[in-house]
């Protein structure tokens, strides 16, 4: 640690040095979802252990985030014009409607902005743009897990509940949800919902429940989120079926946690959304700050199935605010 931190200081001093020019100290902004999404304020608290690091060096952090998610790609869109306004040094932006946002995002680099995706768009998209990295799950490989974990508890017909409907990243689970479920010898249907259910938890569970009741052959459910897999839970107990269907989900609350230690919910696929904007940050500020680079890319934060098997660590760092 000794010798890291003295390398540390090396670099920056000769990086003084050697070039007044260079930008030593990145004013960065990151984009995210809304105040009232679980998810997000794990990836704020990413954001926040990450920031001490970037003042350290002079620099800024700037969250902005969504209000809700009614007018969802165009707000996105605004908010990276916004940090384009700000005219800060480096972007931290999910690639969640690449359509609307890809030009936004380009000519974010185009005015000199650094920028890497995180939590949703994927390499291939971060090449294509010109962000140097992608942070985050590979959303279609986590759904793929998730349908293999289906099929290997036996179930036959999976709903998959998409309350993003067109979103890059949540097209992309249900997709690999599917498609594991039907390699594992089943099926796989997604359910899109309007994004105003988004959390709206009486209008996701009656549209679950109404589904379950019309089929009576669904025997597995998965969410695309945790705060959805708490309506689920609502509706799959209400469904009235003989053997209540298998529930799953993408991400994780204390909720859907408590379900997994008291057998109610089978799983949940883990993307360590704290690593995702924590490294995103760091990586970032590190770059433009110090021109340094990683020989890794993308940087992948999941896939991670949670369950029964390892519920107890994986409280332990809910404790500490990081899961």
Known sequence: MTFLKTLAKVLATT?????????????????????????????????????????????????LRLVNYDNFAPDVVQLIRTAISMEVDGLVIPNWVPEAEDPAIKDAIAAGITVILMNAGGADKATELGAINYVGSDEYVAGLAGGEYFGKAGKKNVLCINTLPGAANTEARCKGVIEGAVAAGG??????????????????????????IKDATIDGVITISAGDADSAAIAVAQAGQATPAMLGSFDMNQAGLDRIKGGTQAFAIDQQPYLQSFLAVSMLASAIDFGTDLPVFPVLTGPGIVDASNIEATLAGVAKGAR
Do not use: H, R
């Not at 997604?190 to 109404?210: C, H, N, R, W």
């Open 187 to 212: 099926k796989g249907v997604q359910l899109p919902l309007p994004t105003t259910s988004f959390g709206d938890a009486t209008a996701v569970a009656e549209a679950i429940k109404a589904e379950l």
């Open 15 to 63: 990086a003084l040095v050697s070039s007044a020019s260079a930008a030593m100290a990145a004013d960065i902004a990151v984009i995210g979802g809304s105040n009232d999404d679980a998810f997000w304020n794990i990836i704020k608290k990413g954001i926040d252990d990450a920031t001490p690091g970037v003042v350290a060096n002079g620099g800024t952090v700037n969250y």
